[in-house]
């Protein structure tokens, strides 16, 4: 499985962006993750879906960041509205090794996902 982050960019605080993950290998049912991390800060879970397509949102950025998948597009988004600074970090697309791997609980520990993208650049000013 490869995974390409698009979608970052630089928004004023209040604003949106839409990330997408394209994954190349059949990612169906298989739990995915979104991360970040901000410099000098470790890398933090965000939103998750999971293997049967419910989603679990971190509370930092809960009402804020939807996450949602296209099974015929192979393809994870993160809708972030309402963007404040604290939000400013790289985003990763995530996956584990196998497709029943945390399947039915929330996985939010860096160390379970073994794919990973090369992230995508959020700043919010």
């Known amino acids: 499985v490869q995974l390409v982050e698009s979608g970052g960019g630089s928004v004023q605080a209040g604003g949106s962006l839409r990330l997408s993950c394209a994954a190349s290998g059949n990612t169906y049912r298989h739990y995915m993750g979104w991360f970040r991390q901000a410099p000098g800060k470790e890398r933090e879970g965000v939103a998750f879906?999971?293997?049967?397509?419910?989603?679990s949102i971190a509370d930092s950025v809960k009402g804020r960041f939807t996450i949602s998948k296209d099974n015929a597009k192979d393809t994870l988004y993160l809708q972030m509205n309402s963007l404040k600074p604290e939000d400013t970090a790289m985003y990763y697309c995530?996956?584990?090794?196998?497709?029943?791997?945390?399947?039915?609980?929330?996985?939010?520990?860096?160390?379970?996902?073994?794919?990973w993208g090369q992230g995508t650049q959020v700043t919010v000013s």
């Open positions: 879906i999971d293997c049967d397509g419910s989603a």
């Open positions: 995530a996956a584990p090794l196998t497709q029943n791997s945390c399947c039915g609980v929330t996985c939010n520990q860096p160390y379970k996902y073994y794919y």
